[in-house]
């Protein structure tokens, strides 16, 4: 069975510019999760998807910042426009189900580095 | 909201000894704590967890201790070896829900020949 997939695995781009990344998670995942990573600093949550709705979008940190998924399937994360400090490994994970009484492990898919110039 | 805190953020351990990473919580509502480790140029995967109704759980030379009082939980890695080289994030969350997961900052381990 595949893993989480996310497009591009690096992006590089000027102040200003836009980026839109993509994570296809696991065929079957409703929950979808996007993460980011400052260097040397934690994994920090952006948001949470159920399906093509947004369950938590507490972590995101402005309005430059774009998530969808339409259909439930893929999702993608727009920033526009980018900032310095928009730089950093962007992770999406993926789990199956959602609530009750039995945890879903999460699975992560191998990160977008960002680099914003 | 919940905080986790991880020490240390370096580690360097001959091959063959011990390390041990140590993490503190702060939502008392936390009951699920995941241990992912990330391999240079990979993605997080997860090697152990452990539940609040449990205070240690092993597989092979991993183990994860947890003091719910104290709100610290520990990863102990024995006879370590240089493939044990990574990124380890502690995290935490609510086990009955699909929540977020709230990481550590990682500690980087490496393991001297």
């Known amino acids: 069975e595949a893993g989480v997939t996310q497009f591009p695995s690096h992006s590089v781009i000027e102040k200003g510019q836009t980026v839109t990344l993509r994570c296809d998670p696991i065929?079957?995942?409703?929950?979808l999760y996007w993460y980011r990573r400052v260097m040397g600093k934690e994994i920090k949550f952006l948001l949470h998807?159920?399906?093509?709705?947004?369950?938590?979008e507490s972590g995101m940190p402005n309005n430059r910042f774009l998530a969808e998924r339409t259909g439930g399937t893929y999702s993608t994360l727009k920033v526009q426009p980018a900032e310095l400090e928009d730089s950093g490994v962007y992770f999406c994970a993926s789990s199956q189900g959602f609530g009750g009484i039995s945890y879903n492990e999460q699975f992560f898919g191998p990160g977008t580095r960002l680099t914003v110039l | 909201g919940e905080n986790v805190e991880q020490h240390p953020s370096t580690l360097s351990v001959q091959e063959g000894d011990s390390a041990v990473i140590k993490c503190t919580y702060s939502d008392s509502a936390s009951n699920y704590f995941p241990w992912y480790k990330q391999e240079l140029g990979k993605r997080p995967q997860l090697i152990i967890d452990i539940r609040s109704n449990v205070g240690e759980k092993k597989d092979q030379r991993i183990a994860v201790t947890l003091n719910k009082t104290a709100k610290h939980f520990s990863l102990h890695i024995t006879e370590t070896q240089p493939e044990d080289s990574a990124v380890y994030f502690c995290?935490?969350?609510?086990?009955?829900?699909?929540?977020?997961?709230?990481f550590g900052s990682g500690t980087r381990l490496s393991i001297r020949p």
């Open positions: 998807f159920v399906k093509e709705s947004k369950q938590d």
């Open positions: 065929s079957g995942h409703d929950n």
């Open positions: 995290a935490a969350r609510e086990y009955s829900s699909a929540s977020k997961i709230i």
